[in-house]
């Protein structure tokens, strides 16, 4: 796992600022920006289903129990040979059994093929992924941002984006067309500003 770090000294928020002056209020609410990049495709993709309206304390359990479940290594062989009462049995709902063997599934049969990706389009990542069943234009677009580490992806579909976006502009009638016109400005590092507004009222 790698991660990417921006502050004030990143040419990226440097370049950000000189196009966005309004933006270095953003940029001054955080000393640094971390972002954990998961690099392991498949793996995080069931991460992503497994985490679907679910909070964090609970992905952990769940998850925790799936990593023993498969001895600390998940694959896709495993998940479509395991026994669906197996699944449900460590708090998987039927619906999430049935994302994860649809992963599986892609993965096997190569509808997801991850050789060439570091070549693709966003376009191209997000109409791949959402071939499975589970993974929507949202669950996509995260992916790019946190298992690819691109960095000019903006999801106006994150309800925490939208909030962030609305207060920092103080305009909470904000809509998502709108919120999505002014992200333009913010090309070709839209997933900086992102983790900004994901970030920005925090405890430093």
């Known amino acids: 796992m790698k991660k990417l770090k921006y502050s004030l000294q990143s040419k990226e928020v440097k370049y950000l600022i000189e196009k966005n002056p309004e933006l270095l209020q953003l940029f001054q609410r955080k000393d640094e920006v971390i972002v954990n990049i998961d690099d392991d495709y498949f793996v995080s993709l069931v991460g992503t289903i497994v985490a679907q309206q679910l909070s964090g304390k609970v992905v952990q359990v769940i998850y925790g129990r799936l990593m ?3 001895d600390l290594e998940i694959n896709a062989q495993k998940i479509m040979s395991i026994p669906d009462e197996s699944l449900r ?6 619906q999430k059994i049935k994302y ?5 599934q892609c993965y096997i ?13 966003n376009e191209e990542v997000i109409e791949m992924l959402v071939k499975i069943k589970g993974i929507g234009v949202w669950s996509a677009q995260m992916f790019l ?3 690819l580490g691109r960095e000019d992806v903006f999801s106006v579909l994150d309800l ?6 609305k207060k920092f502009f103080n305009q909470p009638d904000l809509t998502q067309e709108e ?3 002014i992200s333009e400005n913010w ?3 839209r997933s900086i500003v992102s983790h900004y507004l994901w970030h920005a009222w925090d405890s430093k």
């Not at 049995?89 to 039927?94: C, D, K, P, W």
């Not at 994860?100 to 599986?104: A, C, P, R």
């Open 68 to 70: 023993n479940l498969f």
């Open 89 to 94: 049995n460590i708090g998987l709902s039927y």
């Open 100 to 104: 994860l063997k649809s992963l599986s």
């Open 109 to 121: 049969d190569k509808t997801i093929d991850f050789t060439q990706i570091e070549e693709m389009s």
């Open 145 to 147: 941002m946190f298992s």
């Open 160 to 165: 925490g984006l939208r909030n962030g976006a």
């Open 179 to 181: 919120i999505l016109s």
């Open 187 to 189: 090309k070709p590092y």
